[in-house]
C-alpha cells in the first residue's frame, strides 16, 4: 500500500495570497504524512517570497515527500499593472493557466509520477477546469467557513434575497445560520468593493460538479447542520479541519510570505501567564492613519501587554503602516511590534490572553481552536460573518464597534479599551473563557475522530480511484 501511494501524486494549487496556502500547504503536509507524493504550487513570484518553501525545494514528511513547484502569471512582482487587481486577474486565468497546465504536463517529463489528483482552492476554480480536460481527478478545499460557503451557494443560485446598499434594514435567514444582518453578510455581495474578485468567488459554483468533492477547513462539532444541508443541496462536503492541528505545521517547512521573527517567542516566556493581548490583521487589511491612531491609544489606557504584527505589503501595493509618534516610546516595556510572527505557536501561548482579529477564517479557526478569546474588528468580505459566528454562534469575545469620527468610521480609543476590558476582566470573560476552552476540545475530539476519518476516507478514495 505505501508503495502504492508513493507512485500517487497529489499537485495541490493555491491562490496567491496566505490565507489561501496555509491550509492547501497544511493539507498538502498531511497528505505526504499519508505516503503521497505531493507537489504544492503557486504563482512564481509569491512562490519566491515563501523563502522557507523555496530554499527547501523538497522535504520528506513521513513516508511521503512534500516539493515546490511554481507557475507563472507572465508579470513580475514589480509589474506597475499588478496594482489593478482586475487586469491581474485576468493575467491569472489566462497565461497562469496556461503555465499551470504545462506544469501538470511536465511532470511524468520530468521522471516523476504523472499528477493523479488536483486540489485547488476557491480563488483559482479554472484549476478544475483543467483537470478536467486532462482527466484528472479534481477536488476543492474551501478556506472559507461553511456557513460562508452556503451564503455564496445562496447567494449564486438567487435561492434567497439579499440586501443592496440602500437596503441596510433588511436581514436574511439561511437555513441553520444565525439571521445575519446587513454588515454580518460577506461585503462582495453587498457593497461589492472588488468586483473581479466577486466574479472569481462566485464562478466557483459554476464548474463544482467537475470536483469529487468539497474538502473544508472546519469540522463536524462546528458547522453540522450547515454541512449538512450544503451537502444535499450542493456537492459533497467534507470537513478536515482544523488543518492546522491535523499536521505537525510547527516542526516542518512553512510557507510565510513574510519572515516570522521567533524573538517573539521568548518576549512571550517573560511574560505572565494570560497577560497579553495578540494584535494581528492577517495578510491583506491595512488600517488608515486615523484609525491605527485610535487603536494605539486604546490600547496604551488600557495598560495591557501587547504583541502586535504590523507587515508591509508583499507587493507594490500600499506602503508600510506608519505608528503615530511617540507611540514607540510610550509603548517601551509594554509591548513588542513585529512584522510578521508564528501565530500558531503565539495563540498557543500561555501569556496571551486574547486575539484582537480581523477575523480572518484562518485566524478565526486558529484561535477558535487554541482557545483564545477574541476582540473582533473585521474589515471586509468574509470576515464579517466570521465575527457574527464567533461572538454571537460561539460565544468567543467581543466584537468592535465603529463610530463616526471627522466624517469617517472609526474604532475610537474608548472602544478599544473597553473591549479589552470586557474580554478579559468584564462580567462576560469567564464565560467567554469557558466557551473558548469548550471549542478547543471540541476541535481536539474532530482531530482525533471526525476530520481524522474523513482524511482518511479521502485518501481512500485518491487510492480507489487508481486501482
Ligand atoms: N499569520 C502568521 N503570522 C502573522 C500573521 C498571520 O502566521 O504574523 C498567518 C495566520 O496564522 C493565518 C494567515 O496568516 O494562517 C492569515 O490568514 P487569515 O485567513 O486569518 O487572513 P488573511 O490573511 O487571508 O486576511
Known amino acids: 500500500m505505501e508503495s502504492k501511494k508513493s507512485n500517487l501524486h497529489v499537485l495541490l494549487v493555491s491562490f496567491p495570497a496566505q490565507g489561501h496556502i496555509n491550509p492547501l500547504l ?28 523555496t530554499n527547501a525545494k523538497s522535504c520528506k514528511i513521513g513516508h511521503g515527500e512534500l516539493r515546490f513547484e511554481f507557475f507563472s502569471e507572465g508579470w513580475e512582482i514589480n509589474e506597475p499593472q499588478r496594482a489593478n487587481l482586475g487586469a491581474w486577474i485576468h493575467q491569472l486565468e489566462t497565461v497562469g493557466r496556461e503555465s499551470f497546465t504545462a506544469l501538470v504536463n511536465r511532470q511524468s517529463q520530468m521522471g516523476r509520477p504523472s499528477v493523479s ?5 476557491p480563488f483559482v476554480p479554472w484549476a478544475t477546469d483543467v483537470a478536467a480536460e486532462l482527466g484528472i481527478p479534481c477536488a476543492v478545499l474551501w478556506v472559507q467557513s461553511c456557513a460562508v460557503y452556503s451564503i455564496y451557494y445562496h447567494f449564486q443560485h438567487q435561492l434567497a434575497t439579499f440586501p443592496n446598499p440602500d437596503q441596510r434594514d433588511m436581514t436574511i435567514n439561511l437555513p441553520s445560520l444565525p439571521s445575519q444582518e446587513f454588515d454580518d453578510i460577506p461585503d462582495f455581495l453587498t457593497l461589492n468593493p472588488y468586483d473581479s474578485l466577486r466574479k472569481v468567488i462566485l464562478s466557483q459554483f459554476e464548474n463544482l460538479d467537475k ?8 469540522f ?32 516542518s517547512v512553512r510557507g510565510d510570505i513574510w519572515k516570522a521573527t521567533d524573538d517573539c ?62 507611540f514607540k516610546e510610550e509603548a517601551e516595556g509594554k509591548g513588542m511590534v513585529v512584522e510578521w510572527c508564528p501565530q500558531e505557536q503565539v495563540l498557543a501561548h500561555s501569556a496571551v490572553s486574547c486575539f484582537l482579529t480581523h477575523c480572518g477564517w484562518n485566524s478565526s479557526m486558529e484561535c477558535l481552536t487554541s482557545g483564545v478569546p477574541v476582540i473582533a474588528f473585521p474589515q471586509w468580505g468574509d470576515q464579517n460573518t466570521n465575527a457574527k459566528l464567533l461572538i454571537d454562534a460561539y460565544g468567543v469575545g467581543v466584537r468592535m464597534k465603529k463610530t463616526q469620527k471627522d ?29 473558548a476552552r469548550k471549542w478547543k476540545e471540541a476541535a481536539e475530539v474532530a482531530v482525533a475522530g471526525s476530520s481524522h476519518r474523513n482524511i482518511e476516507l479521502f485518501v481512500a478514495d485518491i487510492l480507489r480511484m487508481h486501482g
Open 26 to 53: 497544511r493539507l498538502a503536509k498531511c497528505l505526504a504524512s499519508k505516503g503521497f507524493l505531493v507537489t504544492f504550487s503557486t504563482t512564481e513570484t509569491i512562490g519566491h517570497l515563501m523563502k522557507e518553501a
Open 117 to 121: 489528483c488536483i486540489i485547488n482552492n
Open 211 to 218: 470536483s469529487f468533492c468539497v474538502l473544508v477547513d472546519s
Open 220 to 251: 463536524e462539532e462546528l458547522e453540522r447542520e450547515t454541512i449538512e444541508v450544503m451537502s444535499r443541496i450542493s456537492a459533497p462536503i467534507i470537513p478536515i479541519g482544523p488543518l492546522f492541528k491535523s499536521t505537525n505545521d510547527a516542526s
Open 265 to 326: 517567542l521568548q518576549w512571550l516566556d517573560s511574560q505572565s501567564p494570560n497577560s497579553v493581548i495578540y494584535i494581528s490583521f492577517g495578510s491583506v487589511v491595512s488600517l488608515s492613519k486615523e484609525q491605527l491612531e485610535e487603536l494605539s491609544a486604546g490600547l496604551l489606557k488600557s495598560g495591557t501587554p501587547f504583541l502586535w504584527v504590523l507587515k508591509t505589503p508583499p507587493i507594490n501595493v500600499g506602503s508600510k503602516p506608519e505608528l503615530p509618534d511617540g
Open 407 to 435: 466624517g469617517t468610521a472609526v474604532v475610537t480609543r474608548d472602544e478599544v479599551e473597553r473591549c479589552i476590558f470586557e474580554v478579559t476582566k468584564g462580567a462576560r470573560a469567564e464565560e467567554i473563557k469557558k466557551n
